[in-house]
């Protein structure tokens, strides 16, 4: 069995873990990223937009070495049509592009699934699947909501489901074969933005633009509204297991074609109960994750491990800003180890306790943000709400 050093451990190789190496490489730490997924698989996972926000991703750039006009450019979902806007105001970005950014360079292991962990004399050993060992001081957990981690060391997560019914589209727009749809999606963007939304009653029917070129048009959509509470839903299914995200019930495309009347332009061309047929539509899960501050000492004072970003506060995703959350933890990791480099003289959980509360409310604003969005508004007020993103 293969042993190795890896000065400080990253578990994930998303945004949290990407950020985390990028601020340490830059400060000259020894670090080693291990992600379960392949070199392949990596790069072509997470194809579509997420809202960047000013104060998680400027503080980013100084590790980056980059101005701020040409990160936005070169990550906007629209950048190839020069549209990424102002400096100092959020924008959306490919979150592929972001990774292929924050990964140059760095020092990740691919295709290392943790297996188990010990610990002895402050060394904690790090098992994989593949059969490496690695000893760290300092381990890192940036993998995601469903960690393993976090599974590993026996963290008792609470994972709430939400009661919100959330249906995921996503959708290619060629200009050459639809231009139709690709110039109402283009006249709605110039007009409303990358993220456009439209309310009936308390049911949302959102796109989202992933990439837009003079060519073609990558979406992502989504139809949400709050679960039935009377009866039966047939649309909200919290028991569902992980590989049912693709079973879609009838009474979806009957909702749909139902509320389809009332849509106008680009939602009435997306929202076609006969065209979502052939999309990839999933069914999403709201889902929120805390987990308490006496286990997460435990594990700091315990095992030297500290946990980043979907890891600790999975917020749902709707509405939420949890790619800007990661960034921040990252950064605010590494800058807290000493302007010396040691690493081993930074006291994890002074950090985790400093950071305990913001991560709390980072849940309970993602829940109220996602209740929010869903709350009907009187008629007078009940149009499509405008993104300039």
């Not at 837009?212 to 297991?241: G, N, Q």
């Not at 949890?322 to 933890?329: T, V, Y």
């Amino acid at each position: 069995m293969a042993h190795s050093r890896a000065g400080i451990t990253i578990i994930g190789a998303g945004i949290s873990g990407l950020s985390l190496g990028r601020v340490l490489s830059k400060r000259g730490v020894p670090y080693a990223i291990f992600e379960r997924d392949s070199i392949e698989t990596a790069k072509k996972r997470h194809r579509y937009g997420i809202t960047l926000e000013p104060k998680a991703y400027q503080p980013l750039l100084r590790y980056l070495n980059s101005d701020e006009s040409i990160f936005r450019e070169r990550l906007a979902v629209d950048g190839a049509l020069k549209r990424s806007g102002v400096g100092g105001r959020p924008f959306r970005a490919k979150r592929q592009r972001l990774e292929a950014l924050l990964s140059r360079d760095l020092n990740i292991k691919y295709d290392h699934k943790l297996e188990s962990h010990s610990r002895t004399k402050g060394i904690t050993i790090l098992t994989f699947t593949n059969g490496q060992e690695v000893s760290s001081s300092l381990t890192v957990g940036a993998d995601g909501v469903h960690s393993d981690l976090r599974t590993a060391i026996g963290i008792q997560a609470e994972l709430k489901t939400i009661p919100y019914a959330v249906y995921r589209g996503k959708k290619l727009i060629i200009a050459s074969e639809d231009r139709r749809a690709y110039d109402l999606l283009t006249e709605a963007v110039r007009q409303d933005g990358n993220v456009l939304q439209h309310r009936q009653g308390s049911a949302i029917f959102q796109i989202q633009v992933d990439d837009l070129t003079t060519t073609a048009a990558d979406l992502t959509y989504t139809y949400s509204r709050s679960a039935r509470r009377t009866s039966e839903d047939p649309l909200f299914k919290p028991h569902r297991p992980k590989s049912g995200a693709r079973d879609l019930p009838p009474e979806l495309f009957h909702e749909i074609a139902a509320l389809n009347s009332g849509l106008k332009g680009i939602f009435a061309e997306i929202f076609d109960a006969e065209k979502m047929r052939k999309d990839r539509v999933i069914n999403w899960l709201m889902r929120s994750i805390s987990v308490e501050i006496s286990e997460l000492l435990s594990a700091a004072e315990g095992k030297g491990m500290v946990f980043l970003g979907d890891a600790v506060h999975a917020m749902p995703i709707l509405g939420s800003y949890g790619a800007n959350a990661g960034i921040e933890d990252a950064i605010a990791l590494g800058e807290a180890i000493p302007d010396d480099g040691d690493y081993t003289k930074l006291d994890i959980p002074a950090f985790v306790r400093e950071r305990s509360d913001l991560w709390r409310k980072l849940v309970g604003d993602g829940e109220q943000r996602l209740a929010s969005m869903h709350t009907a508004q009187p008629p007078a007020q009940s149009e499509d709400s405008r993104s300039n993103l």
